[in-house]
Every structure is written in structure tokens, then in C-alpha cells.
């Protein structure tokens, strides 16, 4: 917490004498929870200066809504090598957020045109769909059940 305290007294500093006089929306984001509640505790520089909104589970309509895309097929997922930067592509993906439309051949197609937008290189095209896949030549398809398997 130390390294935190540093950062809360130049921010409080920033703050007070520069930033509040403008229209600005400081967020402060975190998943670590005894942190974050510690950063609007008595003793602390923004103790009573913010407002604590936690914010549940979002389901896929919400979050489309909020990012303002539509279903249109499009690169979501990049996989590249693993240097400094990136100099191989791996493979190259798109999430499907319908939830009751598979990935389909149009969805495939769609894809393959923009990996050829963006390649000459036959990468691996694999989706990521709630609804299954209905569709050849994708060198994978994962389920929200794989995604979450791969993170735990």
C-alpha cells in the first residue's frame, strides 16, 4: 500500500489545484476490493470525495449496447506470438453475440474477408459464439463454457 499512498497524495494534489476546476470524470477502477475500499478510508486523501458503485454481472445485450456494435461479423480476437512485439499471427477470431444465431458460413465468409484485408498469410480463423458453430473450415470454435474453463 505504500506505493498506493504515493500515488493517492499526487493525485489528491493534482486534483485540488488543477483537475477539479475542469470537466473531468475521474473513475477509479479496481477488482480488488479490500484496495479499493481502503482508498476512501479515514485515513486516506479522498476519504468522502467519492462515490462507491459496484457493478454486477453484465450479460451480452447490455455489454453490445454499451460498446455500440451490432452482430456484424468483424476481428475480435488476435492471437500472436509471444515476443515484444508481435511479428507472427497466430490465429485470428470473431465473437459471435447473438445468442440465438450460430456462427455461421456467412459469418465465415465475412471473416475470411477481413483476414484477407489484413493478411496474404493463411492464418487459422477460429469464433467464439453462445450459440454453436454451423460452419466448416474454422480451425476452432469455443463456447462461453470453454472460455471460462481456459481462465480457471
Same mark, same amino acid.
Given at each position: 500500500m505504500e506505493r498506493v499512498d504515493a500515488f493517492e497524495r499526487l493525485l489528491q494534489r493534482a486534483w485540488d489545484r488543477f483537475l477539479s476546476r475542469k470537466p473531468v470524470l475521474l473513475i477509479l477502477i479496481g477488482s480488488d476490493l479490500p484496495m479499493m475500499e481502503a482508498l476512501n478510508s479515514y485515513e486516506r486523501p479522498f476519504h468522502q470525495r467519492g462515490t462507491e458503485?459496484? +457493478?454486477?454481472?453484465? /450479460?451480452?445485450?447490455? +455489454?453490445? $449496447?454499451?460498446?455500440? $456494435?451490432? /452482430?456484424? =461479423?468483424? +476481428?475480435?480476437? =488476435?492471437?500472436?506470438? $509471444?515476443?515484444? +512485439?508481435?511479428?507472427?499471427? $497466430?490465429?485470428l477470431g470473431s465473437v459471435k453475440w447473438l445468442e440465438n444465431a450460430p456462427f455461421d458460413d456467412?459469418?465465415?465468409?465475412?471473416?475470411?474477408r477481413h483476414r484477407a484485408a489484413l493478411t496474404d498469410e493463411p492464418v487459422p480463423l477460429v469464433a467464439l459464439s453462445r450459440d454453436g458453430v454451423a460452419c466448416s473450415g474454422l480451425a476452432a470454435a469455443y463456447d462461453p463454457d470453454d472460455l471460462m474453463r481456459a481462465w480457471s
Open positions: 458503485m459496484v +457493478i454486477g454481472p453484465l /450479460n451480452p445485450r447490455e +455489454i453490445q $449496447r454499451m460498446l455500440g $456494435r451490432g /452482430n456484424d =461479423v468483424e +476481428i475480435d480476437v =488476435v492471437g500472436a506470438d $509471444r515476443g515484444p +512485439i508481435a511479428e507472427e499471427l $497466430r490465429f456467412h459469418d465465415f465468409a465475412a471473416l475470411a
